[in-house]
């Protein structure tokens, strides 16, 4: 296992400062075509590429810290984050889970509302706030791809209130599971085996339930032959539409 770090660790600038005509790595990046650079043109890339940083962050390692003032924002290339908010008592709410090609800082909190940290060793580009303030007035390709994907995150959010409010444990588990497909499907992965590379209790605080709960849960969906579970944290989906009809609570 990766030894544990306090900071991210900073690598390299994403490519060479603008102007230098040299796109790579960023034109080259396997993540760019659903990322936040998606749909930028060779020469506002460029641009773009200029002002970014890659950082690394080993397994449980931080990223940012809820309370601390949101100086930059930053695109998943490589990995899985979980964000998380702690309550007054001590427990713990996952608010999401961030995979390559995801952006943090699509809504502007200062400070930052939740601490983000490393599930998996993962790589992120990281950009300065104003630096992604002066580009996106410059660049209308930029804005227009920010405010796709701050809907693609308000829709995504409204799916998470209605599996917290209304859907029972099965119903949450199953889609908890279909979510992670598609989502995998989304940046180019396959849709089945699902990586799971989150912990039971990562799954409880993000769905709601008790640890338990979500593994007495698996279990059943194995002994419904739903899905087996792999030793490589990925699942198998047996019966896609019937997890589904479970999903929707049919």
């Known amino acids: 296992m990766p030894i544990k770090s306090d900071r991210p660790t900073l690598l390299t600038p994403a490519r060479p400062k603008s102007g230098t005509g040299d796109s790579a790595p960023c034109a080259a990046c396997h993540v760019r075509d659903f990322a936040v650079c998606g749909a930028l043109t060779p020469a506002e890339l460029d641009r773009f590429g200029g002002e ?15 309370g601390e003032p949101e100086r930059n924002v930053y695109s998943v290339t490589q990995g ?5 908010k702690l309550l007054a008592d ?4 996952i608010t999401g889970f961030l995979f390559p090609g ?13 601490t983000v940290e490393a599930v998996t060793p993962a790589t992120l580009c990281r950009l300065q706030r104003k630096e992604l303030d002066q580009l996106s007035r410059a660049i209308p390709n930029l804005d227009r791809r920010l405010h796709e994907l701050a809907s693609e995150a308000l829709a995504e959010l409204q799916g998470q209130l209605l599996l917290l409010g209304r859907k029972t444990a099965q119903e949450r588990v199953a889609s908890f599971l279909l979510t992670l497909s598609r989502r995998a499907v989304e940046r180019g992965s396959v849709a089945n085996p699902v990586d799971v ?7 409880a605080d993000f769905l709601g339930l008790t640890t338990e709960t979500v ?19 990925t699942i198998e989906i ?7 009809k479970i999903a929707e609570g049919l």
């Open 215 to 233: 593994s007495r849960t698996m279990t059943r969906l194995r002994g419904q032959n739903l899905i087996v579970a792999n030793k490589d944290k």
């Open 90 to 93: 001590g427990r713990r709410q």
């Open 102 to 114: 995801d952006f943090l800082g699509l809504t502007r909190s200062d400070p930052y509302t939740a």
């Open 52 to 66: 970014v940083h890659r950082i690394s962050l080993d397994i449980g390692t931080p990223l940012v810290d809820e």
């Open 80 to 84: 899985c984050l979980k964000s998380y």
């Open 197 to 203: 590379p989150m912990s039971r209790d990562d799954i």
């Open 238 to 244: 047996v019966d896609a539409d019937a997890l589904a």
